[in-house]
């Protein structure tokens, strides 16, 4: 329908957003190691595929190590650390394009080419060997030497080389005389207990020896077992014995004091020890040479002695006050610690693992004072959410952007390594241009989805009523005058709540036909569902003002997409000029204007680019998962730009409606569905024989007596068999010997309905009379929706306020996001990308309904549409008793997603 075509473009033109290449916060990962997709958490068993609780991380000489065990109760633990050569093999650099597989995920990469702690891939058992490992959870390495933390051995492990070969034994063992066996516990310059923290520093050995509280530093990387540490940090000397029983022990934070030191890094010039147990990070601005030397800074405490986990009150912002006028403070902030884990620097950043908070916190040049709070949070959309742990399902949270329990960091120049433990894969995040804001790819007919509610004003008017709207805390008032109308109150009302800036919650309307007032949420998406509406009246008031609700409804994500579905990305910088795809275009390019888009790393057919604008198809592929990233590659007169990844959500539907520019909610691009007079019947109740359904037109009756009360097929339930063929009979009789001389019958998509036709466009047979009726005792029920053919219109004519809609008319919408159809030959036809060519008697997998007016809107059917890409056709038919309305609202729901509110005009010519 080429009106519809010209109107949608216009559809999917945004308002542009109102910077370059660094960590943003609430950034996804650019790639994802050990997983299939970005939401699957595969636990094994162990292989080359997956990962278990991975926690440890090193990056050196275009390697990668993986320990592949953890400490933190995640699981499984696979005893073992994995090497992955030549990485700059399968990391593309940040700004070159996915290589273009066959894969569900290009951005899921990276197998390993060496294990070692097992003797293949397929092992998880320890083993006390000089190959084996028990917990190895931490690994270092300097491009030459390979070091291993095996903690559940108390142990170190040290390759002279990095291994070649599958289970290749280690050459040096630190913490125990031999490789087969564990000495009994004690404390000394060569014992160690638990180690977690291990790294490699201009020839240097740092060991984060965790259960004895304090750091070993051995001057030069041993080349015998059992070598004594030169350095201790944390202890006085080698000789003093912590408290075993961390339930006994007494916190003692000081400068030169650690609990639980889980891991220990240097940038060449500084050294950094995360201090588990003291809720900080400690810093030394030079390596130290002497025992117990003090730190220079600290961070995640204001100072040496607090060791509170998120230590809000000392170092956050307060956020308002309680009921006594006291000062509240957040539970975390961008300057707050809980239980830090992996710590580095790669000289002018530091990155900190806050893994209590779920997320890896980022100062863009190195802190300086104590308790300076991080510049971004990764895994994390601010610094005072954890959207992770506070989930009500924790156990289901993965996706691009979230971390759950994250442990190891490592860095390469370009990429951030980050070990997500209990989601069982490594992330990696990379600097970009910030060009597309979180959220920022939205179904491009929703855009977003406000709530709305409304006052409706009524009653009798007499002066000095007075009306008193209270929206969340604050009050408009209006006291009614003598010559006052509705309108006059209404508009005046609206006025009052617009004044100025407005009300900061809510958008004021004035819908005249009905003497209403909408209310628009200002913010998008479900928070908008809490603001709160109501009205009083002043004694004896005879004028009424009712609301729609408690509070306004309807505010829903339009960034949570259905695969299939035409989306927008809004941004900045995304491309030099504006280029479209030919509006003849079977199927779309994958690149327009030196624009690519990749979601998942697929690179994406794309509709339009513009500046401020990509419109694009979302990959069928990604169906199933709940989660994936978005990347804009974009190649201009001065280079490449990549933008940030952000994150994605997915799920199985969620439909939006295309409506033209302006304050939601917006006037829907809706058709009149029609050059024919039409009418409906529904086939409804159970079937049993001699039930006897008639419908009468005008004066002729078609009935059909029930013959049998069993039917039998693999695909409906037995009752919507019979009701079927009730339909089916009926039709078959009203068209039988060339047919009703008025009228043709045809089964309607959805449900058991009929359809009833005029036999001749135009207006002639509106008001043709059609009824329906059973037997007495039948258990059948038939119901003509109209009780006359009605509302002949020019089929494909735009509803507008010259030609609005009538009560009971058949209108078509047009849509986006609703999901897969049926049946499965049907989706097997669909082609990301491509004009959809598969047979038109299909149905979204996911029933779709309707309200208009507040009333059911019988959807006849719904389809993805032959000949378009990423386009749905619902036809549906407005219930028979609306009122004139000339910004009736109109929503379209599958399950608990319903789309944005549309408006159409409608007239009752018996108004």
Same mark, same amino acid.
């Given at each position: 329908?080429?009106?519809?075509?010209?109107?949608?473009?216009?559809?999917?033109?945004?308002?542009?957003?109102?910077?370059?290449?660094?960590?943003?916060?609430?950034?996804?990962?650019?790639?994802?190691?050990?997983?299939?997709?970005?939401?699957?958490?595969?636990?094994?068993?162990?292989?080359?595929?997956?990962?278990?609780?991975?926690?440890?991380?090193?990056?050196?000489?275009?390697?990668?190590?993986?320990?592949?065990?953890?400490?933190?109760?995640?699981?499984?633990?696979?005893?073992?650390?994995?090497?992955?050569?030549?990485?700059?093999?399968?990391?593309?650099?940040?700004?070159?394009?996915?290589?273009?597989?066959?894969?569900?995920?290009?951005?899921?990469?990276?197998?390993?080419?060496?294990?070692?702690?097992?003797?293949?891939?397929?092992?998880?058992?320890?083993?006390?060997?000089?190959?084996?490992?028990?917990?190895?959870?931490?690994?270092?390495?300097?491009?030459?030497?390979?070091?291993?933390?095996?903690?559940?051995?108390? $142990?170190?492990? #040290?390759? &002279?080389?990095?291994?070649?070969? +599958?289970?290749? @034994?280690? *050459?040096? %063992? =630190?913490? /125990?005389? !031999?490789?087969?066996?564990?000495?009994?516990?004690?404390?000394?310059?060569?014992?160690?207990?638990?180690?977690?923290?291990?790294?490699?520093?201009?020839?240097?050995?740092?060991?984060?020896?965790?259960?004895?509280? $304090?750091?070993? #530093?051995? &001057?030069?990387?041993?080349?015998? +077992?059992?070598? @004594?540490? *030169?350095? %201790? =940090?944390? /202890?006085? !000397?080698?000789?003093?014995?912590?408290?075993?029983?961390?339930?006994?022990?007494?916190?003692?934070?000081?400068?030169?004091?650690?609990?639980?030191?889980?891991?220990?890094?240097?940038?060449?010039?500084?050294?950094?020890?995360?201090?588990?147990?003291?809720?900080?990070?400690?810093?030394?601005?030079?390596?130290?040479?002497?025992?117990?030397?003090?730190?220079?800074?600290?961070?995640?405490?204001?100072?040496?002695?607090?060791?509170?986990?998120?230590?809000?009150?000392?170092?956050?912002?307060?956020?308002?006050?309680?009921?006594?006028?006291?000062?509240?403070?957040?539970?975390?902030?961008?300057?707050?610690?809980?239980?830090?884990?992996?710590?580095?620097?790669?000289?002018?950043?530091?990155?900190?693992?806050?893994?209590?908070?779920?997320?890896?916190?980022?100062?863009?040049?190195?802190?300086?004072?104590?308790?300076?709070?991080?510049?971004?949070?990764?895994?994390?959309?601010?610094?005072?959410?954890?959207?992770?742990?506070?989930?009500?399902?924790?156990?289901?949270?993965?996706?691009?952007?979230?971390?759950?329990?994250?442990?190891?960091?490592?860095?390469?120049?370009?990429?951030?390594?980050?070990?997500?433990?209990?989601?069982?894969?490594?992330?990696?995040?990379?600097?970009?241009?910030?060009?597309?804001?979180?959220?920022?790819?939205?179904?491009?007919?929703?855009?977003?989805?406000?709530?709305?509610?409304?006052?409706?004003?009524?009653?009798?008017?007499?002066?000095?009523?007075?009306?008193?709207?209270?929206?969340?805390?604050?009050?408009?008032?209006?006291?009614?005058?003598?010559?006052?109308?509705?309108?006059?109150?209404?508009?005046?009302?609206?006025?009052?709540?617009?004044?100025?800036?407005?009300?900061?919650?809510?958008?004021?309307?004035?819908?005249?036909?009905?003497?209403?007032?909408?209310?628009?949420?200002?913010?998008?998406?479900?928070?908008?569902?809490?603001?709160?509406?109501?009205?009083?009246?002043?004694?004896?008031?005879?004028?009424?003002?009712?609301?729609?609700?408690?509070?306004?409804?309807?505010?829903?994500?339009?960034?949570?997409?259905?695969?299939?579905?035409?989306?927008?990305?809004?941004?900045?910088?995304?491309?030099?000029?504006?280029?479209?795809?030919?509006?003849?275009?079977?199927?779309?390019?994958?690149?327009?204007?030196?624009?690519?888009?990749?979601?998942?790393?697929?690179?994406?057919?794309?509709?339009?680019?513009?500046?401020?604008?990509?419109?694009?198809?979302?990959?069928?592929?990604?169906?199933?998962?709940?989660?994936?990233?978005?990347?804009?590659?974009?190649?201009?007169?001065?280079?490449?730009?990549?933008?940030?990844?952000?994150?994605?959500?997915?799920?199985?539907?969620?439909?939006?409606?295309?409506?033209?520019?302006?304050?939601?909610?917006?006037?829907?691009?809706?058709?009149?569905?029609?050059?024919?007079?039409?009418?409906?019947?529904?086939?409804?109740?159970?079937?049993?024989?001699?039930?006897?359904?008639?419908?009468?037109?005008?004066?002729?009756?078609?009935?059909?007596?029930?013959?049998?009360?069993?039917?039998?097929?693999?695909?409906?339930?037995?009752?919507?068999?019979?009701?079927?063929?009730?339909?089916?009979?009926?039709?078959?009789?009203?068209?039988?010997?060339?047919?009703?001389?008025?009228?043709?019958?045809?089964?309607?998509?959805?449900?058991?309905?009929?359809?009833?036709?005029?036999?001749?466009?135009?207006?002639?047979?509106?008001?043709?009379?059609?009824?329906?009726?059973?037997?007495?005792?039948?258990?059948?029920?038939?119901?003509?929706?109209?009780?006359?053919?009605?509302?002949?219109?020019?089929?494909?004519?735009?509803?507008?306020?010259?030609?609005?809609?009538?009560?009971?008319?058949?209108?078509?919408?047009?849509?986006?996001?609703?999901?897969?159809?049926?049946?499965?030959?049907?989706?097997?036809?669909?082609?990301?990308?491509?004009?959809?060519?598969?047979?038109?008697?299909?149905?979204?997998?996911?029933?779709?309904?309707?309200?208009?007016?507040?009333?059911?809107?019988?959807?006849?059917?719904?389809?993805?549409?032959?000949?378009?890409?990423?386009?749905?056709?619902?036809?549906?038919?407005?219930?028979?008793?609306?009122?004139?309305?000339?910004?009736?609202?109109?929503?379209?729901?599958?399950?608990?997603?319903?789309?944005?509110?549309?408006?159409?005009?409608?007239?009752?010519?018996?108004?």
């Amino acid at each position: 329908m080429k009106s519809f075509v010209t109107v949608l473009a216009l559809c999917l033109l945004l308002s542009p957003l109102g910077d370059a290449q660094e960590f943003t916060t609430g950034q996804a990962a650019r790639l994802l190691i050990g997983q299939p997709t970005f939401t699957q958490q595969e636990p094994g068993p162990p292989s080359n595929l997956v990962l278990g609780a991975a926690s440890g991380l090193a990056v050196a000489n275009n390697m990668l190590f993986v320990a592949d065990s953890s400490r933190v109760g995640a699981a499984p633990d696979n005893n073992r650390v994995l090497i992955y050569r030549n990485l700059s093999s399968f990391i593309p650099a940040p700004t070159a394009e996915f290589p273009q597989t066959n894969e569900r995920c290009p951005a899921c990469v990276g197998l390993p080419d060496v294990v070692v702690g097992q003797k293949d891939f397929k092992g998880g058992d320890f083993n006390l060997q000089q190959w084996g490992m028990r917990n190895a959870t931490a690994v270092a390495s300097d491009g030459t030497v390979l070091a291993v933390a095996d903690t559940d051995f108390n $142990r170190i492990l #040290i390759w &002279n080389r990095i291994p070649t070969t +599958n289970g290749q @034994p280690a *050459d040096v %063992v =630190l913490g /125990q005389n !031999n490789f087969t066996t564990i000495r009994q516990i004690s404390i000394d310059n060569k014992s160690l207990r638990g180690p977690q923290g291990i790294w490699i520093q201009n020839g240097r050995l740092f060991v984060a020896d965790t259960m004895n509280h $304090r750091v070993l #530093i051995w &001057n030069r990387i041993p080349t015998a +077992n059992d070598a @004594p540490a *030169d350095v %201790v =940090l944390g /202890q006085p !000397n080698f000789g003093v014995a912590p408290q075993p029983d961390l339930t006994k022990a007494s916190l003692n934070a000081q400068a030169n004091t650690m609990l639980n030191p889980f891991s220990v890094s240097s940038d060449g010039v500084r050294l950094l020890v995360s201090d588990l147990g003291h809720q900080r990070v400690l810093i030394w601005n030079s390596l130290p040479t002497s025992n117990q030397q003090a730190a220079d800074l600290v961070l995640g405490q204001p100072d040496f002695a607090s060791a509170t986990s998120n230590n809000s009150t000392k170092l956050c912002d307060s956020d308002g006050k309680n009921d006594k006028n006291e000062p509240t403070y957040p539970v975390r902030c961008a300057a707050t610690i809980e239980y830090p884990r992996g710590v580095l620097s790669d000289g002018r950043r530091l990155f900190v693992v806050d893994g209590g908070n779920d997320r890896v916190l980022i100062w863009k040049t190195f802190p300086t004072r104590n308790g300076q709070p991080a510049d971004v949070v990764l895994g994390q959309v601010s610094a005072t959410l954890n959207n992770t742990s506070d989930s009500a399902f924790p156990d289901k949270v993965a996706g691009a952007d979230v971390l759950r329990g994250p442990s190891g960091l490592a860095f390469d120049g370009n990429n951030l390594y980050v070990s997500d433990t209990f989601n069982r894969r490594v992330l990696v995040f990379t600097p970009g241009d910030p060009k597309v804001p979180y959220t920022g790819v939205r179904n491009s007919a929703s855009r977003e989805v406000f709530a709305v509610g409304g006052v409706t004003i009524g009653g009798v008017i007499k002066a000095d009523d007075e009306i008193t709207l209270k929206i969340n805390s604050r009050e408009y008032k209006y006291k009614v005058l003598k010559d006052d109308t509705f309108k006059i109150i209404m508009t005046a009302l609206v006025n009052l709540i617009n004044a100025g800036s407005g009300d900061p919650d809510v958008l004021a309307l004035p819908n005249q036909s009905i003497s209403q007032v909408i209310l628009s949420a200002r913010t998008a998406g479900e928070a908008g569902n809490a603001v709160t509406l109501e009205v009083t009246l002043s004694t004896g008031a005879t004028v009424t003002a009712t609301t729609t609700g408690a509070s306004l409804t309807g505010g829903q994500d339009a960034a949570r997409l259905a695969p299939g579905t035409v989306v927008s990305i809004v941004g900045e910088r995304l491309a030099e000029r504006t280029v479209s795809a030919p509006e003849s275009a079977q199927v779309l390019p994958r690149e327009l204007g030196g624009v690519k888009v990749y979601i998942d790393g697929i690179q994406v057919p794309l509709l339009m680019v513009s500046p401020n604008q990509i419109n694009a198809q979302l990959p069928w592929e990604v169906a199933g998962a709940q989660s994936s990233n978005a990347v804009v590659r974009t190649e201009g007169a001065n280079g490449v730009t990549v933008s940030s990844a952000i994150a994605v959500p997915l799920i199985a539907q969620n439909p939006g409606i295309y409506a033209t520019d302006g304050p939601d909610p917006r006037p829907g691009v809706i058709f009149h569905g029609s050059s024919f007079a039409t009418g409906t019947v529904s086939v409804d109740g159970t079937s049993k024989k001699d039930d006897v359904a008639t419908i009468v037109i005008a004066d002729r009756s078609y009935s059909y007596k029930v013959e049998e009360d069993t039917v039998t097929n693999g695909g409906l339930s037995d009752n919507q068999l019979k009701l079927a063929k009730i339909r089916d009979n009926l039709i078959r009789i009203i068209n039988a010997n060339g047919g009703d001389p008025d009228v043709v019958a045809y089964p309607a998509g959805v449900f058991t309905r009929i359809r009833l036709q005029a036999r001749r466009p135009g207006p002639d047979l509106n008001g043709l009379p059609i009824a329906a009726k059973v037997s007495d005792t039948a258990s059948v029920i038939l119901t003509a929706t109209n009780s006359s053919l009605c509302c002949a219109n020019t089929e494909g004519a735009p509803v507008n306020a010259q030609n609005p809609a009538l009560p009971g008319e058949t209108l078509i919408v047009y849509a986006t996001g609703l999901g897969k159809i049926k049946p499965e030959e049907a989706q097997r036809l669909v082609r990301t990308g491509q004009v959809y060519n598969g047979p038109a008697d299909n149905e979204p997998e996911e029933f779709v309904s309707s309200l208009a007016g507040a009333k059911t809107a019988n959807v006849l059917f719904a389809r993805l549409k032959p000949g378009m890409i990423g386009i749905y056709e619902v036809v549906l038919e407005l219930n028979s008793d609306l009122p004139t309305n000339d910004t009736m609202q109109l929503t379209i729901a599958q399950s608990f997603q319903v789309s944005n509110i549309v408006t159409i005009p409608l007239k009752n010519p018996n108004d």
